[in-house]
């Protein structure tokens, strides 16, 4: 477990990997993202994107689930913020996704002593390396000896 006493600035570490596959892509954007570039590849090709993309939805939800798995269980009470959200790259079927995130601040709650502020660069990039998603997110973590309230 990592409480905000454990993460400094510079703190980097890579969450986790994911491989896309055309079928969950499709699946996922019927249910929350129906947009032809995502659900039907036809449309797809004919689209600026030439081919079925994940829904950038997706793609957070994708965070969520690989954060939530990730070994080094951050002790969360609530995420504050999400920002700088950009999406420079598509994500695409059989795409292998690896997501690695940076302490870029760190600092104490002005009100509460058992808990923290920090904020988390983001990257989300494809086998090639290329950034398919970055973003930054502030989060309030509880502090060392606060166990009883995560």
Request: charged share 25%; net charge negative; glycine share 8%.
């Amino acid at each position: 477990m990592r409480f905000w006493d454990d993460l400094e600035v510079g703190y980097r570490s890579t969450v986790g990997a994911y491989q896309l596959t055309a079928q969950e892509v499709v699946a996922f954007a019927k249910a929350w993202d129906p947009q032809p570039f995502h659900i039907d590849e036809e449309a797809a090709r004919g689209s600026i994107f030439g081919g079925l993309v994940a829904s950038s939805l997706h793609l957070f939800a994708i965070c969520t689930r690989l954060f939530f798995d990730h070994s080094d269980e951050i002790q969360i009470l609530a995420m504050l913020g999400k920002d700088a959200i950009r999406i420079p790259n598509p994500a695409r079927p059989g795409d292998t996704l690896t997501y690695v995130t940076e302490c870029v601040e760190h600092r104490e709650s002005s009100t509460k002593p058992d808990r923290g502020v920090i904020v988390l660069a983001d990257t989300l990039s494809n086998q090639n390396g290329e950034a398919v998603l970055t973003q930054r997110v502030t989060l309030l973590v509880a502090r060392r000896g606060n166990e009883q309230g995560v």
